[in-house]
């Protein structure tokens, strides 16, 4: 058999608030389902997020039913995150209601006992409500699809019950010729940094049961092991995935052969254009040079636009979202520094659906402030400033330029320390001046200040002795 599998599709979503966006998810899910027909294949694999909210708009879900009338073949879906709430479940989800219209088949595991248990259904007749696996036969070929909801924090602690619950059903109802998961999840070896929920080692219990594992959830192509494949969503959603340019599309997988090719999807383009605004003491000098960068720029964003992937229907340029980064060390004042006005001469001269500015210029002051401060830990990896970093480094200054500066750095501790007496845990002035008093008698016993409290104390008692 042949298998297309594509995830997250977010229909509904509306990027940057744009109703264009919210078709762009659309149309990017209509080109993949018009795909997956032209390659003649025998059914469709969606694991989860195919809406982008529970709670969605009464066009979205008439699109999504025109489009699933349309389809030949069984469209087979499990839940994502957002598409049901793990802890307070509805009666009826919008994938269940179009799993009872049959208009696709909802597979979930039943997960309230000490084993993972999935109830039959069939592809041709869903049962009310969705079930746990379906069987798909062709030429004497018996491939069996297993579906698991999204889990969260607690997928790697399933994961063992869900084995035992796949081997349980196979060995009642005979070993197909091939069993698929549909399951939302990542896998951390493959990535790291984009919220894995998954440690490899974690997938040993299922490897030697499962065949092919159809992933979703994160929006970035990967592959895992022999078997686990995800192919990133059909749209990209924000502007770091707008710089994956070949990790958003769909596999086609051959049950025959084990092969799984990617395919990339039709999306919007995307581009990032960087402005360095060091050295410029004029907005009006800077907007000048920013005019002419857009103007260098057009060639390239043209190229990005002319790729096949990025033309419409009818082969015409698609207006692309620009990312522009402000870059650089800012030595205008920022009421004078207008990144809306930047921003529009980007859209115009960009012929850009939306620009987004991301401003990860330093200050002057600031950066003098950091000084030798290494750039990975004086700022954040999105570009802006570590604040704890930077406060570190003001109460070291300060500690350092006053009279207790024989123990700055215990000192700046102790700034750092009063800062969240107040700011977290909200003591009295009272209480922080307590703290102070008693700090300054441990760091200096006879130095800067005790001469002074050492009066107070003096004074207090001769009041006392006095009456």
Known sequence: ????????????????????????????????????HEQDTDAILIPGDLFDSRDIRPQ??????ELLEDVQQPVIVSPGNHEENMSRRRDLTWLEYLNNKGLLTLLSADLSGDRATFAPTDAADPRQGGGG???LERDDELIRCFGLQYRGAYIERDLPNVAEGIQAVNHSEGEPDKTILL????????????????????????????DYIALGHIHKRFESGRMARNPGSLEAFDIQEGRWDDSHGYYIYETDSGAAEHHLSKRRPYHTLNFDVSGYRTFEDLRA??????ENARPEVEEVCKREIHLDGRGNRREPIVNVRFEGTLLLDHTTFDVEVLTGLAEEELDALYVQ???????????????????DEAFNPDGTVNTDALQERVFTTIAGESRYSAEAEAVAETLDQVEGLVNEDEQSVGEIADYLRQRRRELF??????RDEQGEADGAANGVNSE
Request: aromatic share 6%; proline share 4%; net charge negative.
């Open 60 to 65: 979205t879900l008439q699109k999504a039913e």
């Open 183 to 210: 399951a939302h999840f990542g896998v951390d070896d493959a990535v790291p940094d984009l919220g894995a929920n998954v440690a490899r080692a974690a997938l040993t219990d299922i490897e030697d049961l499962i």
């Open 357 to 375: 500015p991301t401003n990860h210029t330093e200050r002057k002051a600031v950066q003098e402030l950091l000084g030798d401060l290494e750039r």
């Open 445 to 450: 016993p006879e130095g800067p200040g005790a």
């Open 1 to 36: 058999m042949r298998l297309a599998h594509a995830a997250d599709i977010h229909l509904g979503r509306r990027q940057y608030g744009l109703k264009q966006r919210e078709t762009d998810a659309g149309l990017s899910f209509q080109h993949f389902l018009s795909q997956a």
């Open 289 to 294: 040079d920013f005019e002419t960068e857009l």
């Open 133 to 135: 696996y379906v069987d």
